[in-house]
């Protein structure tokens, strides 16, 4: 069962933190839980916008590096979470605690490099929130941590940045280019949803994070 539990002080700080380096983080405002009731756009960088509009493209090259190497297995028992086009309508993710996983697909270093490394599950978070909510990775030696905004019905927006090893605090967004992330949430099923990270600064093409109930 999905249990709603108050924000932690790193989300808390990544989602305060979810502005342009050029401008200051956006003031809490009257939201339940004091976040940011605006547009993505305010925030993301031109980086992370151009990501954005490729995702779809990295998805479709990390597939077919992955595919390559002799992964076409191990994708296609994934069914929906690794086809490029399964987003359901109605992305919403319930506030609560999930089970979420990555899988990242592709190289960044070319030849030579994985291209497909599967994760076990970690723990997550999602807060509460109307246009805006957070998002924790609780467990794992890479976290993503930041804010999930709301978009078209079919998907929500991530920006937050990447806490690494035994950090306690997640950078600011637009600090550091290579921590920034922006992601797609997508529905992929009952129950069952995708946080697609594309042209991650490390190691591969898109990160495929599977999202679950606990």
Excluded: N
């Excluded at 700080?13 to 939201?31: F, K």
């Excluded at 597939?63 to 399964?86: C, K, N, W, Y």
Aim: aromatic share 8%; charged share 25%.
């Amino acid at each position: 069962m999905i249990r709603g539990r108050a924000l932690s002080a790193a989300a808390m700080l990544a989602l305060a933190s979810c502005a342009g380096a050029d401008r200051p983080p956006p003031a809490a405002r009257a939201s339940g839980a004091g976040l940011p009731a605006d547009d993505w756009r305010r925030y993301a960088t031109d980086a992370d916008r151009a990501r954005l509009r490729g995702w779809r493209t990295a998805f479709v090259a990390g597939l077919a590096q992955a595919r390559a190497a002799g992964h076409a297995a191990d994708l296609d028992s994934e069914g929906a979470l690794m086809v490029p086009d399964a987003g359901e309508p109605d992305a919403a993710l319930p506030p609560g605690d999930y089970r979420c996983r990555v899988t990242k697909l592709g190289s960044r270093g070319g030849s030579g490099g994985l291209t497909h490394v599967a994760y076990p599950y970690f723990r997550c978070r999602v807060g509460a929130g109307d246009r805006v909510q957070s998002f924790e990775k609780l467990t794992g030696s890479q976290r993503q941590v930041g804010a999930l905004y709301g978009d078209v019905a079919a998907r929500r927006i991530f920006l937050g940045t990447l806490a690494l090893g035994s950090e306690q605090r997640a950078l600011r967004y637009g600090a550091d280019a290579d921590r920034d992330l922006i992601g797609v949430l997508q529905r992929i099923g009952d129950r069952r949803w995708r946080l697609l990270f594309p042209s991650p600064r490390y190691e591969s093409l898109i990160d495929v994070m599977e999202i679950v109930p606990e």
